[in-house]
């Protein structure tokens, strides 16, 4: 790209949905001439929300990349999704960027989203600037907007700015650092009577914090001498680079003001790239997977250079791999370079085994990226075609989606014998199965999942099964006696050989056992396959010409059928074990939600890895937590989140059963 690594700068911009981020990036683009007018999210014609899905329901639904020119330095923006159904591709933006845009609305104030994707920014010690967006709305008060990320996200926030706001409009800002006021549009002015009280006050803190990083400073300070503004940003610079301060700017993306300041802090405060490795290392961070576009893969280079058309491979695999043009994204829009550098990002058309989270070097070299650890998907639909024979098409098509979002799952349940899609939430599966359609002409409906409820018994009982028939030559015939019991739960099934003195012969015995267990599978009652049953094969007889396998198999078949009837059969349905991660203000009504559920709470205790939650241990039936995922987020504003696992079965209660039990008869009818 022709620019030293020192005037590069690759910059994620993350934060809750809705709150500016796209309209920001599209802002900068504008402002710095890479674009000849500012795209509209509203409009549909925006550079990094390209996709048709984003398109239409004006969101961002994937990261995008983007770049430009600041003050001779190269800015490489990852524009990521704000929604918790897309979380993914935000944290591949924040693992790929080496710092942080953090935008929160002015009004709203930091969310659950904020507060995870900045923890996790924070874990991987990111340097991060965050921009209060918004500040043309109505009834905005610089103090809670500040006071909302000192709360919620980190104490470590100062002001740089404070706003000048003349009739609900953000009409210039006042820097902290240098006690100076400025208009947007006619520069320098005196400051506001109004903020002159709150700039003292965020001098104060901003100075004294920055001092605690220097004690030449910091004796300067205490003794009340004036500071070099020089020493003060440099001091701060390093604090941001080390990811112990905050700096907070403010501005309003839709109106067009605060993106110049924002710019001049990228490239003043934030780290440029460093070269990771001793060798040619680039990290694959995202892929995109488009019918007309192909397969298209997003390389972030952390050391050497990369040229195109050229032999390279690929350290997970341990395959080479070659790189055919080298492009840079705007967008969707490329441009073809014949080289890429540390700190560049380039795509890549059609690598054949390379995924996302692949770290691409030369041969020989050990050197492996580290990468995200996608979030565990916990909301499942059951996939289906519009007409036979579409399961091998979905199949494909879906894995052909899955290779641009990793954080989907699909696979197939051998017990329901339903193909199951997971994800991020119900919205997240809903634009998988729209962009199906789409993108690959396959159209999916998306069900409720079944659940694997199964049968037992509670009684025993003795049973006699013949089975006869003759059809002229060699008949059939088979004749046992069976014993019938349960089981504990978790038992299974257990067949015993009880026969004596040869009643039934002994290459027969196993074709009992084959037709009982056939017989298992449809249940007595609803369908649904029988457990936890124990039999005893006690007595029987056998015809030296007419007896077969198949006609012991139909013999064991009706013995079990005509005796499981009168051992009280039941129905059984599968437990979770759950365990819920709970702000603690929100604990009581968790707990209420989960006893409505019929869930068995097994206590709870203090969440190590984030402070101010619980832990909630939990045993709740499966078929109760289908749609838990969205009632979970709206019970907690979205900060709660869970994971589960299968326990056991136990028995569904007698009105429950009943009524699946008719909505099973219904099925058949």
């Known amino acids: 790209m022709g620019v030293d690594i020192d005037k590069k700068r690759v910059v994620a911009v993350c934060g809750d949905g809705g709150c500016g981020k796209t309209t920001l990036v599209e802002d900068m683009l504008f402002l710095t001439k890479k674009t000849t007018r500012k795209g509209s999210t509203d409009k549909g014609n925006t550079v990094m929300d390209f996709d048709n899905e984003e398109i239409e329901r004006k969101n961002s639904l994937q990261l995008a990349v983007g770049n430009t020119q600041w003050k001779k330095n190269l800015i490489y923006f990852i524009d990521t999704p704000g929604y918790h159904n897309f979380i993914a591709d935000a944290l591949c933006g924040i693992r790929a960027a080496d710092s942080i845009i953090m935008l929160i609305d002015a009004k709203d104030g930091a969310k659950a989203q904020s507060e995870r994707l900045f923890g996790e920014a924070k874990k991987e010690q990111k ?14 008060d610089v103090n809670t907007a500040i006071n909302s990320i000192k709360t919620e996200l980190t104490e470590k926030a100062f002001l740089l700015h404070l706003p000048i706001i003349e009739q609900n ?25 109004d903020v002159q009280d709150m700039l003292e006050e965020k001098y104060m803190e901003l100075v004294e914090e920055i001092s605690t990083y220097d004690d030449e400073l910091m004796e300067k300070y205490l003794e009340g001498e004036e500071l070099d503004k020089n020493t003060v940003t440099d001091i701060l610079k390093q604090a941001v680079a080390d990811a112990s301060m905050y700096p907070v700017l403010l501005g309003s993306a839709l109106k067009g003001v605060g993106s110049e300041q924002l710019l001049d802090a990228v490239v003043e405060l934030l780290s440029p790239p460093k070269e990771e490795y001793d060798t040619d290392v680039a990290l694959v961070f995202k892929t995109y997977n488009d019918p007309q576009l192909g397969k298209m893969s997003l390389l972030r280079v952390c050391s050497g250079k990369f040229s195109s058309d050229s032999n390279y491979f690929n350290v997970n695999k341990d395959q080479e791999e070659r790189l055919g043009a080298l492009q840079i994204m705007q967008g969707k829009n490329l441009t073809k370079t014949e080289e890429a550098a540390a700190g560049d990002i380039v795509a890549v058309a059609k690598l054949k085994v390379t995924q996302t989270g692949d770290t691409i070097s030369v041969k020989g070299s050990d050197a492996v990226c580290d990468f995200v650890e996608m979030p565990l998907p916990f909301i499942s639909y059951a996939v289906y075609g519009t007409s036979k024979g579409d399961e091998e098409k979905l199949g494909a098509a879906i894995n052909k989606v899955i290779e641009s979002d990793p954080s989907l799952k699909f696979e197939r349940n051998d017990e329901t014998k339903e193909f199951i899609l997971t994800g991020m939430g119900a919205m997240h599966l809903e634009v998988t199965a729209s962009k199906l359609k789409s993108k690959f002409g396959v159209e999916a409906i998306l069900k409720l999942p079944k ?35 349960p089981l504990s739960r978790g038992g299974g099934f257990e067949f015993e050989d009880l026969i004596v003195g040869g009643a039934i012969p002994r290459q027969f015995i196993p074709s009992v056992e084959k037709g009982i267990k056939a017989a298992m599978e449809q249940g007595i009652l609803a369908g649904y396959p029988m457990i936890d049953i124990k039999i005893k094969l006690v007595d029987g007889s056998y015809h030296p010409v007419d007896s077969s396998d198949l006609a012991f ?31 603690d203000e929100n604990m009581g009504d968790v707990i209420g939600d989960l006893n409505s559920r019929r869930g068995r709470v097994l206590g709870m205790e203090p969440y190590e890895d984030k402070k101010g939650y619980q832990r909630i241990k939990a045993l709740v039936p499966q078929a109760e937590i289908l749609e838990y995922a969205p009632s979970l987020r709206s019970i907690t504003g979205g900060k709660a989140f869970f994971k589960y696992q299968f326990s056991t079965y136990e028995e569904v209660p007698q009105q429950i059963a009943e009524k699946i039990i008719e909505e099973s008869k219904q099925e058949k009818e």
């Open 127 to 140: 340097p991060i600037l965050f921009y209060l967006n918004g500040f043309d709305k109505e009834d905005v």
């Open 169 to 193: 409009s953000i009409t210039g800002y006042v820097d902290v650092l240098e006690q100076k006021a400025y208009s947007y549009e006619k520069g320098e002015i005196d400051i506001p009577s």
């Open 451 to 485: 659940v694997a409820y199964k049968e037992t018994i509670k009684g025993k009982t003795q049973s006699h099964g013949r089975y006869k028939k003759q059809t002229g030559g060699h008949g059939q015939f088979g004749d046992c006696i069976i014993e019938i019991e």
């Open 553 to 583: 198999q139909m013999a064991g078949s009706i013995a079990f059928k005509d005796g499981v009837v009168k051992c009280k059969p039941i129905l059984l349905e599968p437990i979770v074990e759950m365990e819920v991660y709970v702000p």
